[in-house]
């Protein structure tokens, strides 16, 4: 067994296709959700069923105290925890900038943001008396693009991310902590839907150079790749997995 690798936002989409992965990989996994827990614990049961060791908490990341009962929780069902997937995020509804809701934008720092920022805090904490640790954080493609006309706050956020991801690797890199980020194109996930255009995928897919969306699992196998033995000196990454854009 690995150790324990936390998973934000793990009951669908690409942190689903992590949580999966992970198991297969040997480790034993929290599965975190705010809403959806029958999505999160189903992830849990194919992992058990799967011959895997899983764990579904809830907790609201953007929440100091339940980012910190999160852990708790975790180390008790699982050990000590040697990973992080802060994959928790949100989009918001899509739309022009002059017609976007400020309560929309803090929302969206909120989860994106500051949630990244308290987890990873948290996971530090633990791996800096052990000497060692990784995390991975959920970038975009947006972070560069600026998706101008869809969700420019989104991008901001993303872009925040990885200044943060840079930032906190190169401030614990000589404590044996790995600090990565993963930077997504359109991904086949209920995200597209819940900003209010599930037929998104076939509008953005001819601006794509592959002419095609990323699979969760495609995402899915860059991030754990970031905490293998072939991933030892990369820290500080944002690897842009966007097939081109």
Same mark, same amino acid.
């Given at each position: 067994?690995?150790?324990?690798?936390?998973?934000?936002?793990?009951?669908?989409?690409?942190?689903?296709?992590?949580?999966?992965?992970?198991?297969?990989?040997?480790?034993?996994?929290?599965?975190?959700?705010?809403r959806d827990e029958r999505a999160?614990?189903?992830?849990?049961?194919?992992?058990?069923?799967?011959?895997?060791?899983?764990?579904?908490?809830?907790?609201?990341?953007?929440?100091?105290?339940?980012?910190?009962?999160?852990?708790?929780?975790?180390?008790?069902?699982?050990?000590?925890?040697?990973?992080?997937?802060?994959?928790?995020?949100?989009?918001?509804?899509?739309?022009?900038?002059?017609?976007?809701?400020?309560?929309?934008?803090?929302?969206?720092?909120?989860?994106?943001?500051?949630?990244?920022?308290l987890c990873a805090r948290e996971?530090?904490?633990?791996?800096? #008396?052990?000497?060692?640790?990784?995390?991975?954080?959920?970038?975009?493609?947006?972070?560069?693009?600026?998706?101008?006309?869809?969700?420019?706050?989104?991008?901001?956020?993303?872009?925040?991310?990885?200044?943060?991801?840079?930032?906190?690797?190169?401030?614990?890199?000589?404590?044996?902590?790995?600090?990565?980020?993963?930077? #997504?194109?359109?991904?086949?996930? +209920?995200i597209h839907a819940a900003a209010?255009?599930?037929?998104? #995928?076939?509008?953005?897919?001819?601006?794509? #150079?592959?002419?095609?969306?990323?699979?969760? +699992?495609?995402?899915?196998?860059?991030?754990?790749?970031?905490?293998?033995?072939?991933?030892?000196?990369?820290?500080?990454?944002?690897?842009?997995?966007?097939?081109?854009?």
């Open positions: 067994m690995r150790g324990g690798l936390i998973v934000t936002g793990g009951g669908r989409g690409i942190g689903a296709s992590v949580a999966r992965l992970a198991a297969e990989q040997g480790y034993a996994v929290c599965v975190n959700y705010r999160a614990t189903a992830v849990v049961g194919a992992i058990a069923a799967a011959g895997g060791r899983a764990t579904a908490v809830r907790a609201d990341v953007s929440s100091e105290d339940e980012v910190r009962a999160l852990f708790v929780t975790a180390e008790r069902a699982l050990g000590p925890i040697a990973g992080l997937v802060n994959n928790a995020g949100i989009t918001g509804p899509i739309g022009r900038f002059a017609d976007s809701d400020p309560d929309i934008w803090r929302s969206v720092l909120e989860t994106n943001v500051v949630g990244s920022m996971a530090v904490r633990r791996f800096l #008396p052990v000497g060692g640790g990784a995390i991975v954080n959920l970038s975009s493609v947006a972070a560069t693009t600026g998706a101008a006309g869809e969700y420019v706050h989104y991008a901001a956020s993303k872009a925040a991310i990885d200044a943060f991801t840079v930032g906190l690797a190169r401030e614990v890199a000589d404590s044996g902590i790995r600090v990565n980020a993963v930077a #997504p194109g359109s991904t086949l996930t +209920d209010g255009e599930p037929g998104r #995928p076939a509008r953005v897919r001819e601006r794509i #150079p592959m002419r095609r969306l990323a699979e969760p +699992d495609e995402i899915a196998a860059t991030i754990m790749w970031l905490f293998s033995e072939e991933a030892s000196y990369v820290t500080g990454a944002v690897l842009r997995v966007a097939g081109g854009f």
